[in-house]
T-cell receptor, first 117, second 112 residues
């Protein structure tokens, strides 16, 4: 069973508008972390935002926020005020359990976001 | 601060050849990993390490070997390259479960 599901292969958004990228996850471990990464066309992986399973509040980092709904096992990324430079592939990822799993991330298949001028 | 350094950036191999992808980090991270990314897909874990001398298999380990003799270095060896190993390879390191992974720039490998 897929542990991370990103159901939107591609998304379009108008510049300056907000966009939500969906991510659902599957785990039976009470301790886990959820991450979002951006991969521009140049290929590097850029960390955006992190949410821990025990965090009470939704994570925010500048224009990025994470809509964490634990009961629904969803961790959607919200990008506010989209910019042309936000056009990229976005990956949701998860790590489960203890520190010994710190090197084991599971990734979704990604969502390609295109920002239109 | 260099972060995670991968070499080479590009490589073409013939079927059956062997090679080593190099990965080094200067952040004193205990945890290091190798992933492969096939077109239009996410990253899949090949091997990972929780510290010097300790490695384990990930989701797609067949055809690859790793070793971790120092905290800094985590090379990935392709034993006998196959066209199915054509992919982009990423090395990553992290300090604990709750912090992000730092990625190298990637190695684009083509096996002909």
């Amino acid at each position: 069973a897929q542990k991370i599901t990103q159901t939107q292969p591609g998304m379009f958004v108008q510049e300056k508008e907000a966009v939500t990228l969906d991510c659902t996850y599957d785990t039976s471990d009470p301790s886990y972390g959820l991450f979002w990464y951006k991969q521009p066309s140049s290929g590097e992986m850029i960390f955006l935002i992190y949410q821990g399973s025990y965090d009470q509040q939704n994570a925010t980092e500048g224009r990025y926020s994470l809509n964490f709904q634990k009961a629904r096992k969803s961790a959607n990324l919200v990008i506010s005020a989209s910019q042309l430079g936000d056009s990229a592939m976005y990956f949701c990822a998860m790590r489960e359990g203890y520190n010994t799993n710190a090197g084991k991330s599971t990734f979704g298949d990604g969502t390609t976001l295109t920002v239109k001028p | 601060n260099a972060g995670v350094t991968q070499t080479p950036k590009f490589q073409v191999l013939k079927t059956g050849q062997s090679m080593t992808l190099q990965c080094a980090q200067d952040m004193n991270h205990e945890y290091m990993s190798w992933y492969r990314q096939d077109p239009g897909m996410g990253l899949r874990l090949i091997h990972y390490s929780v510290g010097a001398g300790i490695t384990d298999q990930g989701e797609v380990p067949n055809g690859y070997n790793v070793s971790r003799s120092t905290t800094e270095d985590f090379p990935l060896r392709l034993l006998s390259a196959a066209p199915s190993q054509t992919s982009v390879y990423f090395c990553a390191s992290s300090s604990d479960l709750n912090t992000e992974a730092f990625f190298g720039q990637g190695t684009r490998l083509t096996v002909v």
